[in-house]
């Protein structure tokens, strides 16, 4: 498998194939781990850095040979790639944008389904991430919890018995998890409902993202609902927290939908009407304003307002039209103006061939 096998492709978490999927793009959970016989990354030296990624390097393909890794996941050297590389992997969730950005020897292990990805020397020696389709936490969890054994197995982790998981960010500290769930709220963004949702969420200690995580601003109406203190509280506890809250945000979204549909049909049609045209005609297009009418779009398929128009060719639309997947996927570097363009190109040969979406006038 290449980084250009995974351009023509999209990840399981992508499919739209998991519970409460119409709302709920992804389910993940993130690990944070550092060696013990290391300092953290922060105060690391770059002699440091590469000796982390040597051993860690060694110690996955121990796994592999054994059988416990799939034999054809992806290691990458993130140091080494190209920009437009290291974005493609920020775009399709599978390294932080930090990771991207920063210096010295790192690398990405990346499973062939996309399940799930080990960041080494991000803000952390190890970042161990899981993603599936939907509502699927405890699915989630599992994978993450037999993953991050068998790393324990290979090496010794900074762990105290009082304070757990040590970890370069004091907020990590302990169980080092991290909980979250990306959902598509554009009902209740439409009906202004969602900053009153937000602050009963940061009032629970829950934070709320944009669709790249940390720093990211919500684009589209996608938004990622994650803990923020992992000290003092179990596994457990953590995931109940954000597994609780979800089907409350799920059935708030549902009703916003629905007051839409019984108070302002006409205006919504309209909406995805537009969204729908736009996207199937322009000749030249930005990436928001793309993320924000396939939001509508997606919106429409599940109001059942166009037919004949699957969620996960709209879910692959979010994320191949992102700029480096799109000079991926040309096979050429391309500035701003071109992307537009390639990109409005890409959106009409994927809603006008491959899927006749249908805007319904029931």
Request: with cysteine; hydrophobic share 40%.
């Amino acid at each position: 498998m290449t980084l250009d096998d995974l351009a023509s492709t999209s990840g399981e978490w992508l499919r739209g194939s998991g519970p409460e999927s119409d709302i709920v793009i992804s389910s993940r959970i993130r690990l944070a781990r550092n060696l013990a016989d290391f300092p953290f990354i922060s105060r690391a030296t770059d002699a440091d850095r590469a000796e982390i990624e040597r051993i860690l390097h060694g110690r996955v393909e121990s796994l592999r040979t054994a059988g416990k890794a799939p034999a054809e996941s992806l290691y990458l050297k993130v140091s080494e790639l190209p920009e437009v590389d290291r974005q493609f992997l920020v775009e399709r969730q599978l390294i932080s944008r930090e990771h991207a950005q920063s210096e010295g020897a790192r690398a990405v292990v990346v499973d062939p389904s996309e399940r799930f990805s080990v960041m080494i020397n991000e803000e952390d020696h190890l970042r161990i991430q899981v993603m599936h389709s939907g509502l699927a936490l405890n699915e989630a969890w599992e994978q993450a919890t037999k993953l991050d054994d068998m790393i324990e197995e290979q090496v010794t982790y900074a762990y105290n018995e009082r304070l757990g998981y040590l970890t370069a960010c004091p907020t990590n500290t302990g169980t080092g998890v991290r909980v979250s769930v990306m959902l598509h709220l554009p009902a209740l963004a439409i009906t202004r409902q969602i900053e009153k949702v937000f602050k009963s969420l940061h009032k629970i200690n829950l934070a709320v993202r944009g669709l790249y995580g940390e720093g990211s601003q919500a684009t589209g109406d996608f938004y990622q609902i994650s803990n923020q203190v992992t000290l003092g509280q179990t596994e457990e506890e953590l995931a109940k927290k954000v597994a609780d809250v979800v089907p409350v945000l799920i059935d708030y979204e549902r009703q916003a939908r629905s007051f839409l549909i019984e108070n302002s049909q006409e205006t919504l049609h309209d909406r995805v009407s537009r969204a729908f045209g736009i996207l199937r005609t322009a000749q030249t297009i930005s990436s928001e304003e793309t993320m924000h009418l396939l939001s509508s779009v997606r919106m429409g398929i599940n109001l059942g307002l166009i037919g004949d128009l699957a969620i996960p060719t709209v879910n692959k639309l979010l994320i191949h039209t992102q700029p480096a997947h799109l000079q991926k996927l040309s096979g050429v570097e391309l500035d701003q103006a071109d992307r537009n363009i390639e990109r409005a190109t890409y959106l009409r040969r994927h809603l006008n061939g491959e899927s006749k979406g249908n805007v319904s006038h029931n």
